[in-house]
Nanobody
Framework: QVQLVESGGGLAQAGGSLRLSCAAS????????MAWFRQAPGKEREIVAA????????YYADSVKGRFTISRENARNTVYLQMNLLKPEDTAVYYC?????????????????WGQGTQVTVSS
């Protein structure tokens, strides 16, 4: 069983940057595919970025492509989401998720392990 704890959320101005961290415990993430999802008020939870186990392949939603980067540091058992050029529409609760496997998984139902979420608010 892997436990996930997100951190790094907060308030940023449009055009600014934030880096979210997802610290895992209980299992090493090197065997897990990882992802970041987000949920804005009144909206469905959506995938933002994902990678395959070992970080060999990545996926980004069109809305964040070129601005966000998912990365991992297996030695620290941590996954990151670097968010640059933030926009007010990036405001949401961001969740880290993990699934044991090899490929990039895009659906919420693919993921069995979730963090509690961290709030990101971008002001205009």
């Amino acid at each position: 069983q892997v436990q996930l704890v997100e951190s790094g959320g907060g308030l940023a101005q449009a055009g600014g940057s934030l880096r979210l961290s997802c610290a895992a415990s209980g299992r090493t993430i090197s065997s897990y595919s990882m992802a970041w999802f987000r949920q804005a008020p009144g909206k469905e939870r959506e995938i933002v970025a994902a990678d395959s186990w070992g970080g060999r392949s990545t996926y980004y939603a069109d809305s964040v492509k070129g601005r966000f980067t998912i990365s991992r540091e297996n030695a620290r058992n941590t996954v990151y989401l670097q968010m640059n050029l933030l926009k007010p529409e990036d405001t949401a609760v961001y969740y880290c998720a993990a699934t044991y496997g090899s490929g990039v998984a895009l659906r919420q139902s693919n993921y069995g392990h979730w963090g509690q979420g961290t709030q990101v608010t971008v002001s205009s």
